[in-house]
């Protein structure tokens, strides 16, 4: 049997013109950065494949010259689809100079379209996206001046009375994988990966297309060496094989190359992993947590509201609680920070593609998520500001399915405060408001999420809002130690309904001993 191993610019080789590359990423966590490195490479020397379409899930990139910046050469890309790109940073100049086509849309669909590839299903019909950006309504997920000018990707149609939105099939034909072993076969298994995200729908698409299926793995084994059970992809689905030449580029998380306890290989004690000291942020989280009862199915996103997993967790509370990330982790206490995405000691690892149909469906009591801008009526823009694009991610699909939304974020943009004596402090005012009267996009709909019957709930160390029966912002809650007018209302756009029963937030989340008691 002819090897399957080839370095990892010679196979580019097999990649046609007008290719439609799907891979995984969350960050470069998941993400075969080895394979876009060596495609780089190979067109730097042949100009070939010229216009290909890459298509990637979660986030991609973790600063200048990594993730999607391997790819921003003239001819090399004719178009984008994915979900983030606030860390390919050349990318996103290069997508605003609209030298490709850039579409955004939610991550969890795009998962579910490698899987309708696999299947080549008429593409992906949902309700999620509606009223935001993806809309075609709206934007249709076209993020640059070149996409507008492109086919759309999202239609609108009617099914038993009901809108739905149509995501058009994304026919992959080219598939890079990331995997830890490959037996000479092909047979390949995830024992240091965190996650098991889409890699056998990308296999199964590429190979169904009659396509090229290239595997990362950090080591070949012998044949017959893997159990049957830990196979992810088969070999008869795998062309080719390369083994990562650079450790950057073959990374576990986006800041860790190797960690046993995130890929649940072993159980570790989760207070030593707590990171988070008394401070603005920890109230936030605090607060946060009060809105998730005992018993609760939460997802914790990434940012600030992953933290919350760490105040359970000090209250000793993490087997009261069901957390999950959108990579398939269910269980455990989710890292925080940039190594976010896996699990501390997880119940259990599912696709992420089963986890997002499990949130799509309704499955989540609560999602915890990240605000960039909101308006008076609760729509919230993570999308784009000014001209830097950063995207949904994971969000609109989380939120979709969750009973309750709980927002979390600092109150103004790049204020600094401090706790003082129980109290907050204000020691720079910031620089501008994120409550404001008209965002540029919508990622989140308020008028869609009560049109569901949600609950959203907006967290901020300065002060806490929910909402009216009808729509209308209200600022329930004001941290100890601030002036309503000067250090709230001045900094909003709009003047939010007082509720009648305004009151301080509870002075004990100011305090360094705390203890959740939902």
């Not at 570790?268 to 920890?282: A, D, F, G, I, R």
Request: include cysteine; charged fraction near 20%.
């Amino acid at each position: 049997m002819e090897s399957k191993e080839r370095s990892f610019i010679e196979v580019m080789k097999h990649i046609p013109d007008e290719a439609i590359i799907g891979t995984s990423s969350f960050g470069i966590g998941g993400l075969p950065e080895q394979l876009l490195d060596g495609l780089s490479k190979y067109y730097a020397e042949h100009q070939e494949p010229n216009n290909i379409t890459l298509a990637t899930t979660a986030g991609i990139g973790v600063g200048k010259g990594r993730g999607l910046d391997h790819l921003i050469a003239p001819g090399l890309l004719k178009r984008v689809i994915g979900s983030h790109f606030a860390h390919s940073p050349l990318a996103n100049q290069a997508a605003q100079d609209n030298q490709f086509e850039l579409f955004e849309l939610p991550q969890g669909v795009i998962g579910k379209l490698y899987r309708n590839a696999a299947g080549k299903g008429p593409g992906v019909f949902s309700q999620v996206g509606i009223g935001s950006f993806v809309d075609p309504d709206h934007d249709g997920g076209k993020l640059n001046e070149k996409a507008k000018q492109a086919e759309d990707l999202v239609e609108s149609i009617e099914l038993n009375g009901e809108r739905w939105l149509h995501y058009k099939p994304l026919p992959v034909n080219v598939a890079f994988i990331k995997a830890t072993y490959a037996d000479q076969s092909g047979n390949l298994s995830i024992d240091h990966e965190t996650s098991k995200l889409e890699s056998f729908s990308l296999a199964a698409a590429a190979y169904n297309a009659g396509g090229v299926v290239i595997a990362q793995v950090e080591q070949i084994v012998e044949n017959h060496s893997l159990a049957a059970k830990d196979v992810i992809v088969p070999g008869m689905f795998v062309d080719y094989l390369v083994v990562a030449s650079d450790k950057k580029y073959h990374m576990q998380t986006p800041s860790t190359y190797y960690n046993p306890a995130f890929s649940n290989e072993i159980r570790v004690p989760l207070k030593k992993q707590l990171t988070l000291e008394l401070s603005p942020q920890k109230v936030i989280v605090r607060r946060a947590s009060q809105e998730m009862p005992k018993g609760t199915t939460a997802n914790l996103g990434h940012g600030i509201a992953s933290f919350v997993s760490e105040v359970i967790v000090e209250s000793n509370k993490i087997d009261e609680y069901h957390l999950t990330t959108d990579m398939g982790s269910f269980g455990g206490m989710p890292a925080t920070g940039i190594d976010y995405a896996p699990n501390y000691n997880a119940d259990a690892i599912i696709s992420s593609e089963d986890m997002f149909n499990f949130y799509h469906g309704g499955g989540l009591d609560v999602a915890v998520l990240g605000f960039g801008q909101m308006d008076s009526s609760g729509n919230m823009n993570t999308t784009k500001f000014g001209d830097y694009i950063l995207g949904p991610g994971g969000m609109m699909d989380i939120s979709h399915g969750a009973k309750k939304v709980v927002f979390v974020g600092t109150f103004v943009v790049k204020g600094e405060t401090a706790i003082k004596d129980g109290q907050l402090v204000i020691n720079e005012e910031g620089v501008k408001p994120k409550f404001v009267e008209e965002l540029p996009l919508i990622t989140f709909s308020a008028d869609y999420a009560r049109e569901r019957g949600k609950e959203v709930v907006v967290v901020t160390e300065r002060a806490v809002f929910d909402f009216t029966e009808k729509g209308e912002m209200r600022l329930c809650e004001i941290a100890p130690g601030l002036d309503l007018e000067k250090d709230i209302l001045n900094w909003m756009e709009f003047k939010p309904i007082i509720s009648e029963n305004l009151k301080e937030m509870d002075r004990a989340l100011f305090q360094e001993d705390w203890q959740l008691n939902n």
